[in-house]
């Protein structure tokens, strides 16, 4: 059974940094294509940003130049670095593969204060 674990949010100030990380089980990670999400409140699950199981990556526009997706296959563990965080930053961050084909994890709550 494949699990998705996910860790490191909180809340935060404006400008402020965090480091998510994902920890998967169950499943060969090293050969995913991975993705965190976000979901915002009262908006639909967002893709925000893509690793290849080569390591090649990709970022939503609204996030790019600011976030920073990285993955430990030794650790099967995925990686999300948050800087400059903005309001609309706020979302319950999951990961899954791309496309998502797992049942999602709890996610870990980022929020973001003015």
């Known amino acids: 059974q494949v699990r998705l674990v996910e860790s490191g949010g909180g809340l935060v100030q404006t400008g402020g940094s965090l480091r998510l990380s994902c920890a998967v089980s169950g499943t060969i990670f090293s050969i995913k294509a991975m993705g965190w999400y976000r979901q915002a409140p009262g908006k639909q699950r967002e893709r925000v940003a893509y690793?290849?199981?080569?390591?090649?990556?990709s970022y939503a526009d609204s996030v790019k130049g600011r976030f920073t997706i990285s993955r430990d296959n030794a650790k099967n563990t995925l990686y999300l670095r948050m800087v400059s965080l903005k309001p609309e930053d706020t979302g319950v961050y999951h990961c899954?593969?791309?496309?998502?084909?797992?049942?999602w994890g709890q996610g870990t709550q980022v929020t973001v204060s003015t």
């Open positions: 690793s290849s199981s080569a390591g090649s990556t």
């Open positions: 899954n593969t791309v496309p998502e084909y797992y049942d």
